[in-house]
């Protein structure tokens, strides 16, 4: 099972913790859409990596083993002070890349895809970055940096960047002049001119004051979260995929094999054909939809349904065949898709809903599954199929009559 499953239980309890904490001092950071949102793309976004994550770091062990050009002692306090600042100038490289190419900000752009700034925000991981971004932290296996050192720092700092991304916490002196804080981090999510390509450091920002990417909040100019081409979607599906459609339009309409690489490489806003035409003002409106009820209710519940099975696949995944674990990753990322078009008020969204989930949650609570399951989860899958049904019935009759989505508006 993903390591980093075992810290959703704290990171679901200080979202809890900061959504209290700015009621009760009158701050609005969350919005219903946006957060379900968010966490519905970082729940599935651990079904996908964990295999990836599999692979690369097999591929760095296989680097250690055949290529290293030093052994070390795990007991010495050397090789872990090294693994920390190499992993964190490497992880500046990534990052850095991951705004300066094409294809990269493909993958990238879901994380910086909210309108809003909350410590949901941090969940919302891409699913194809581990793709690419292994390959940066190679030098470490050439060093020889043993692969148990390589994966609790990158969990470490995968877990200290969890904090920095939230509105409630300040400014804080010298701490935002060495490591990579809220106030720091804030200004890397937002689309002012001044935000735009600075603070890519993961733990320290020491590197982007090196390499001259370091910028500061600016008390007199607000950060405005957001990427210049809105998403304007809560569908998590074309929020990991809609960046790669635009880049496989431009790589078609370009000549010649030079033309189609530049697109590949270049930096994004570059290609002409992939370049907002009005970058949205910084006071438009953000994407939104109407909020219901019983929609919230239901919003909800779904959500926990789809944290279950991610659960539930990340525990049988060593036992499952690859079809079986394709077409269970499947179920759960169709759960998110149709969730969204409710969201968004689309025709038939309801019934669509209502039809999945007959024809998943049946066959769950019947025992009709990839594997065996147990009395206790096909209890626990006809009760939410139930629920559900009842939730989208009462849904039903609260919904709103369907109007097309516009892009925002001016305010």
Request: hydrophobic share 50%.
């Amino acid at each position: 099972m993903s390591l980093i499953l075992y810290a959703i239980p704290f990171f679901l309890g200080f979202i809890a913790l900061e959504y209290l904490v700015a009621k009760r001092t009158g701050q609005q950071v969350h919005r219903f859409h946006d957060a379900v949102t968010s966490l519905n793309i970082g729940f599935i976004s651990e079904t996908i990596r964990s295999v990836l994550k599999l692979m690369s770091v097999f591929v760095y062990a296989l680097v250690v083993d055949q290529v290293a050009v030093f052994e070390w002692d795990l007991k010495n306090p050397a090789v872990w002070v090294l693994a920390f600042f190499m992993y964190d100038f490497f992880y500046y490289w990534a990052h850095r890349s991951g705004h300066e190419v094409n294809l990269l900000w493909a993958s990238h752009v879901v994380h910086h895809s909210s309108e809003e700034y909350n410590l949901t925000t941090a969940l919302r991981q891409s699913w194809t970055n581990q793709v690419f971004y292994w390959v940066f932290y190679l030098p470490m296996a050439i060093v020889g940096i043993p692969v148990k050192v390589f994966v609790i720092t990158a969990l470490v700092s995968a877990l200290y960047q969890f904090w920095s991304h939230t509105r409630l916490v300040g400014k804080l002196g010298w701490l935002d002049r060495v490591f990579v804080t809220p106030s720091n981090h804030r200004c890397h999510h937002g689309r002012n001119d001044y935000c735009i390509d600075k603070n890519y450091g993961g733990t320290l920002i020491i590197w982007d004051r090196l390499f001259g990417t370091y910028t500061e909040e600016r008390d007199a100019e607000p950060v405005v979260y957001g990427t210049l081409s809105p998403l304007n979607s809560w569908n998590p599906v074309w929020g990991n995929f809609k960046n790669y459609a635009t880049l496989w339009r431009d790589m078609r309409s370009a000549k010649g094999l030079g033309e189609k690489l530049h697109v590949v490489f270049a930096p994004p806003g570059l290609v002409k054909a992939s370049r907002p035409e009005t970058p949205p003002a910084l006071n438009a409106r953000r994407f939104e939809t109407p909020v219901t009820r019983w929609q919230t209710v239901y919003g909800w519940l779904a959500s926990g349904l789809v944290l279950a099975l991610v659960i539930e696949l990340l525990r049988v995944a060593p036992d499952l065949s690859w079809p079986a674990r394709t077409a269970f990753t499947a179920m759960i990322v169709l759960n998110t898709a149709f969730l969204s078009r409710i969201f968004e008020g689309r025709t038939g969204a309801i019934k669509l809903e209502a039809a999945r989930c007959l024809l998943m949650l049946a066959p769950l609570a019947a025992g009709l599954w990839f594997y065996p399951v147990p009395l206790a989860v096909r209890g626990a899958a006809l009760v939410s199929l139930l629920a559900s049904l009842s939730l989208l019935f009462l849904l039903q009759r609260d919904s709103a009559p369907y109007k097309p989505l516009r892009p925002m508006d001016a305010a």
